[in-house]
């Protein structure tokens, strides 16, 4: 049997449906990890001992293990571990990503850079120090503007900002982020701030598979909520697109251009776009799949889930079609609007009853510290939902989240001022 090399972080929500895909398919599994044990999942049986703050010492360890366990493919769930799986796979002579590529992906200046370099539309863009004094920086500031983190995701720390004033109080709260969340510390990006022009416009996010620099598109995922600000909170995403088919042509063209661009070629793609009168904007690419509990909303006529398609892909296994199971599917990430400790989430039932509602998951535990954004770094739960057409999957969506009803009680100055129990989920 092949081997698989994948790279669990402990802070995902993506470890039980890589797992699952990976016993479904013919596949000895090895998971590099840096605990037996991981928050999310069982312990591991086969365990690789690995340092997701050292990208070399992480790199040696694994090609030392493949002198005697031959590995056929790496796999990296989420942002960090994509890094990792490019250093190992180059090393190792498997097909890959490059490094500096994934890098340029999860760093959103760098990306930033490239697209304007290739000519792709790019807003005004500026990136600063946290430590630099706001008041040098505003002169070059056009209004309304977002400020964001380089690194992270899920919309952590990304705040629109309308005024002088605005732009003072976002600047510090996100400098107060990157400190408490330890980021100015691991690495140049966690020390780093970008500003850049607001895009007004709609939002799609799309999930893609590039192989040999070709991208083919699986889904296009309608956001229906506006993403217009202060903060910019993710919940409902809808698949098929309700857009016309040329302009869904276009969203998948201007995607490819930004892989290209960046230097993407092989394995899963996400990507976030907005489009407006002018055309469509790139906001984000990132070299893995969609995050959260989102991929439950995919399936494929060969009856594969995501991450299937995903860990056979790596493998260079069959894959007789990529077509995506035809019926509409949508997912709510459950946002957190109130913070505190979490005693309860009532009306579940209630919820799950409702007519459609295919999932609904809570990931968020009772005594577990709830921070909203722009400082959260994580979702309540989840919600999947299919009907027989996109508007009867959004409305089933909004109708089951009406149900459910958060009770928190306030946390103390001290819990208050402590990192959430899970650290930074990545998605």
């Keep these: 049997m092949p081997r698989l090399l994948l790279l669990l972080p402990a802070l995902t929500y993506r470890a039980e449906a890589f797992l699952k895909a990976a016993q479904k398919i013919n596949v000895n599994l090895t998971v590099g990890s840096e605990d037996p044990v991981h928050p999310f999942g069982p312990a591991f049986s086969n365990w690789l001992r690995l340092d997701f703050s050292n990208l070399e010492a992480t790199t040696a360890v694994a090609v030392e293990f493949a002198k005697t366990n031959p590995i056929d493919a790496v796999v990296g769930v989420n942002d960090n571990t994509t890094v990792f799986a490019a250093m190992i796979s180059e090393a190792l002579n498997l097909p890959h990503n490059s490094v500096s590529s994934v890098l340029a992906a999860r760093n959103k200046h760098r990306m930033r850079q ?9 807003p005004q863009f500026s990136v600063c120090a946290i430590d630099e004094n706001p008041e040098v920086v505003l002169p070059r500031l056009n209004f309304p503007c977002v400020v964001k983190p380089l690194t992270l995701s899920a919309s952590c720390g990304v705040i629109r900002v309308d005024d002088p004033q605005g732009f003072r109080e976002a600047f510090a ?20 701030i970008l500003i850049e022009d607001f895009l007004p416009g709609v939002e ?35 698949t098929p697109s309700r857009f016309p088919p ?18 993407l070629r092989e394995g899963p793609i996400h990507g976030e776009l907005r489009i407006n009168q002018k055309g469509i904007w790139v906001i984000e690419v990132a070299a893995r799949s969609i995050g959260g ?9 060969t009856g594969l889930s995501l991450e299937e398609l995903i860990l056979r892909h790596a493998l ?3 894959l007789s079609t990529l077509e995506r199971e035809a019926k509409p599917a949508g ?3 459950l946002p957190i609007r109130q913070g505190g400790i979490l005693e309860r ?4 039932e209630k919820a799950f009853k409702v007519a459609g509602i295919e999932e609904l998951t809570i990931t968020a535990q009772p005594g577990d510290l709830l921070v909203p954004l722009p400082e959260g770094t994580r979702y309540l739960g989840f919600l999947v939902a299919r009907g027989e057409s996109p508007e009867e999957v959004e409305l089933a969506l909004r109708e089951a989240h009406r149900h459910l009803h958060v009770v928190v009680s306030p946390a103390s100055p001290e819990r208050q001022s402590s990192t959430p129990r899970f650290g930074v989920i990545q998605v």
């Excluded at 989102?294 to 494929?300: A, K, N, V």
């Excluded at 989430?345 to 579940?348: D, F, L, N, T, V």
Aim: charged letters at 25%.
């Design 114 to 122: 490239i697209l304007k370099s290739h000519g792709l539309p790019t």
């Design 173 to 192: 709260r996100v400098r107060t982020l990157l400190k408490k969340l330890g980021l100015q510390d691991r690495e140049e990006a966690g020390r780093q």
């Design 204 to 238: 799609v996010a799309v999930e893609g598979l590039l192989t040999n620099g070709a991208l083919r598109v699986l889904a296009i995922f309608d956001k229906p909520d506006p993403l217009d600000g202060p903060f910019f909170e993710e919940t409902i995403y809808v």
């Design 246 to 263: 040329e302009t869904q042509n276009q969203i998948g063209e201007t995607l490819a251009q930004a892989a290209l661009a960046l230097g």
């Design 293 to 301: 509990r989102c991929s439950q909303t995919l399936r494929f006529s």
């Design 316 to 318: 260079r296994m069959n």
């Design 331 to 333: 997912v709510m990430m």
């Design 345 to 348: 989430i009532e009306g579940q």
